[in-house]
């Protein structure tokens, strides 16, 4: 065989050892990205956010994401949620998803970790900071719509008291505006029975406070016929402090939320009805947003912010025994195969 037969064989064999590199090179699928880590902080700690956790932690099973979760161990304590904030390193983690507890002063803390890391909000907003979405209900519309209960609650009108925990969160600032606007409008409605708020209680968070609050208005207020309790703690307080006073059955009570407590008094006829949140999709969407913002091309990347709107349920007691039944499945916490538990 000549030099040249052997150099044209050679060059040949090179040609089709390049031709299958360049092949397996380019239509091998690229390596799949590391999970990204998203930190889930609470509110606070109690049943409705042991919920909230577990539809983070379904989530986080089912998009394959490493989760970490923080819930401050007091009840709505700004202090110790702010603190969780402050120590997050956002060029370690991927995602924040946060209820804050105060809109307006933890806004600028959204802001500094929305510049490293993706941040979400959920159940309560943060609507004027930088953060790429909110999951929740709309809470001016919950407020308006616990306004609405009181002609068939209290067909004769009468005095109402309503508790909230602060009027710092950007949810229950929401839920108290409605309410009022809605009253309002009762009230220029002369077919409508006349109601009286004696007063806006704010607890802090403390269901000692709380129950100090119940007891003082119930005693200036002899003839107060309803309380409305705009918080989840509130319906398993108000229980409490009204069975104290042999006052059970005897005021009306509107709350919000299902705590075990409260679907009690519902069943047993003490509240004559609760606005049903749902804390576990909160936890799940804001998840799934925080996985496919960093799973997603940055040109398809939405450019407004997002909000996933969960609308609230009105349980009365003919509709309780269905509702316990759809939700049995999220009363249990969840843990995370895919990343640490609370």
């Not at 956002?90 to 209820?99: C, H, K, L, Q, R």
């Not at 047993?268 to 749902?278: K, N, P, R, S, W």
């Not at 009365?316 to 269905?322: I, K």
Request: hydrophobic content about 40%; glycine content about 8%.
């Amino acid at each position: 065989m000549s030099t040249h037969r052997l150099s044209i064989g050679a060059l040949l064999l090179v040609a089709l050892a390049g031709a299958a590199w360049y092949r397996q090179s380019v239509f091998q699928a690229p390596p799949s990205a590391p999970p990204p880590t998203i930190v889930f902080i609470t509110g606070g700690s109690g049943p409705y956010w042991q919920q909230a956790v577990n539809g983070a932690k379904a989530a986080a099973d089912d998009l394959t994401v490493n989760l970490q979760v923080e819930t401050p161990p007091g009840a709505e304590s700004l202090d110790q949620q702010t603190e969780m904030l402050k120590e997050l390193d956002s060029t370690a983690i991927d995602g924040v998803a946060i209820s804050p507890l105060d809109a307006e002063g933890q806004t600028p803390l959204i802001n500094d970790l929305a510049k490293q890391a993706f941040v979400v909000t959920f159940d309560s907003d943060a609507p004027d900071s930088a953060r790429q979405g909110y999951v929740g209900t709309s809470n001016f519309g919950a407020g308006r719509t616990c306004a609405r209960l009181l002609p068939d609650a209290l067909p004769q009108g009468g005095k109402v008291a309503v508790i909230l925990a602060n009027l710092t969160k950007d949810n229950l600032i929401d839920r108290k505006g409605g309410f009022q606007e809605t009253l309002s409008q009762l009230a220029a409605d002369d077919s409508k029975p006349r109601y009286e708020v004696v007063d806006f209680l704010v607890d802090d968070g403390s269901d000692e406070r709380g129950a100090k609050l119940i007891h003082e208005t119930l005693a200036k207020h002899g003839d107060l016929a309803c309380f409305v309790g705009m918080n989840a703690r509130h319906g398993p307080l108000l229980m409490r402090v009204l069975k104290d006073e042999d006052r059970l059955g005897k005021i009306t009570v509107i709350t919000f939320d299902d705590a075990p407590a409260t679907l009690d008094g519902l069943a047993a006829g003490h509240v004559y009805a609760t606005l049903a949140q749902d804390p576990f999709r909160y936890g799940y969407e804001a998840v799934r947003m925080l996985a496919e913002l960093n799973r997603a091309d940055a040109a398809y990347r939405p450019v407004n912010k997002t909000t996933f709107s969960v609308n609230v349920e009105t349980l009365r007691p003919e509709g309780l025994e269905a509702y316990r039944a759809r939700h049995s499945s999220q009363a249990s916490p969840k843990e995370s195969k895919a990343g640490q538990g609370s």
